[in-house]
């Protein structure tokens, strides 16, 4: 277990670095498997359509990810990365979602973001008031998550391959997993073993759905040139790592009443 929870920061710093990375190669190439003259800008949703950006923010979060790697640039890194994600989820998409409320798609590209950047910002220590709001945050992403997994039970299992069976009851088993973590989080209830349980959800996830759909092992068409497919399986792995690196190093929390 020990070796797990250290590896979580690790994890978590390789996909900031690939998801950066991805920003800079995807805003340079044409990707004519997408259409005539079209390019994969931007990889992560929240980022607006403009290449220069998408380089730009492409390569300080790869500069963030080797710093989280560090004791000097750590605290720097983790709030690059919190900040910059926080700010163009909130300028870029969250206004799109305001509009269509009902939108799951939307729903998810608000909070896996806001996810992470609470992740990054838990990384080194921070003050109370802060701490607590990333807490909530999370917790919040969490059991909406866990409820949208009940509200599209045929939807979400439709993508697990077939070697798995009983698509519906896994679906319902992660989605009161994912309440009962955010309960824990947010509350401050077996919260290290909440962290644990995130982190080995999205671990889970990778290796079964997101790296054989990305690398072509379920022969779904276009998905290896797929850049939607490359930045949900670096969403995955980050939440696989960030909630493992927070479950070695941090305290129980609890909601002041």
């Known amino acids: 277990m020990k070796a797990l929870l250290a590896s979580g920061r690790w994890v978590f710093a390789f996909a900031i670095l690939a ?31 403009v290449p220069w950006l998408a380089i730009l923010f492409g390569l300080i979060w790869v500069a963030c990810a080797i710093g989280l790697l560090t004791r000097r640039w750590l605290r720097v890194s983790a709030f690059t990365v919190g900040i910059t994600y926080i700010a163009w989820t909130l300028v870029h998409v969250l206004p799109a979602y305001i509009a269509s409320p009902g939108d799951m798609g939307l729903r998810t ?22 701490s607590r709001a990333c807490h909530i945050v999370v917790a ?4 909406i998550f866990g409820v949208d997994h009940f509200l599209a039970l045929a939807g979400i299992g439709s993508l697990l391959p077939d070697w798995i069976p009983w698509h519906i009851f896994w679906i319902a088993i992660f989605g009161a ?40 092992f379920y022969s779904i068409p276009g998905a290896t040139a797929d850049p939607d497919e490359w930045s949900s399986l670096f969403i ?5 790592g960030g909630p493992l690196a927070l479950a070695r190093t941090k305290t129980s929390f609890t909601v002041a009443m």
Do not use: K
């Open 177 to 216: 997993v994912f309440i009962l973590c955010g309960l824990g989080i947010g509350l401050g209830i077996f919260e290290r073993w909440s962290w644990i349980g995130v982190g080995l959800m999205f671990a889970l996830w990778v290796f079964t759905l997101h790296m054989p759909r990305t690398f072509g």
């Open 109 to 130: 590209v608000v909070f896996e973001p806001l996810s992470i950047a609470c992740i990054a910002l838990l990384l080194p220590t921070v003050p109370p008031w802060l």
């Open 140 to 143: 919040v992403a969490m059991v």
């Open 236 to 240: 995955a792995i980050a939440l696989w």
């Open 19 to 49: 998801l950066g990375a991805e920003n800079v190669v995807c805003a340079r190439v044409s990707m004519p498997s997408l259409g005539e003259g079209s390019h994969c800008i931007p990889v992560l949703p929240f980022i607006p359509a």
